[in-house]
């Protein structure tokens, strides 16, 4: 069992930055390929990035890419989404998600179906 905590959204105006994180307990964090999605209000939760359990590969959005960096630190059990120049498209609560497949192959997923676990989700609201 791994539980996933997302922390540093907030409001900001467009054009902004917001990082988040996702701190993780429970089994080893670095066994686990992790990915961001996001949901707005009536909308379907659609996937953000992701990152493979060694953070040697990763995936975007096209509607992310050059804006949105994953990360993770495998000493600190952290996944984090560094957001920069932010559209009030962006707007949505953020989930980070957590899945043990993909290990001998060092892979990342970008179906939400493919993984396990989920965060609570923060809050990110760009204004105009």
């Known amino acids: 069992q791994v539980q996933l905590a997302e922390s540093g959204g907030g409001s900001v105006q467009a054009g902004g930055s917001l990082r988040l994180s996702c701190a993780a307990s429970?089994?080893?964090?670095?066994?686990?390929?992790l990915g961001w999605f996001r949901q707005a209000p009536g909308k379907e939760r659609e996937f953000v990035a992701a990152i493979s359990w060694s953070g040697r590969r990763t995936g975007n959005a096209d509607s992310v890419k050059g804006r949105f960096t994953i990360s993770r630190d495998n000493a600190k059990g952290t996944v984090y989404l560094q957001m920069n120049n932010l559209k009030p498209e962006d707007t949505a609560s953020y989930y980070c998600a957590a899945t043990s497949r993909g290990y001998s192959t060092d892979t990342y997923f970008v179906g939400p179906s493919e993984y396990n676990y989920w965060g609570q989700g923060t809050q990110v609201t760009v204004s105009s």
């Open positions: 429970g089994r080893p964090f670095s066994n686990y390929a």
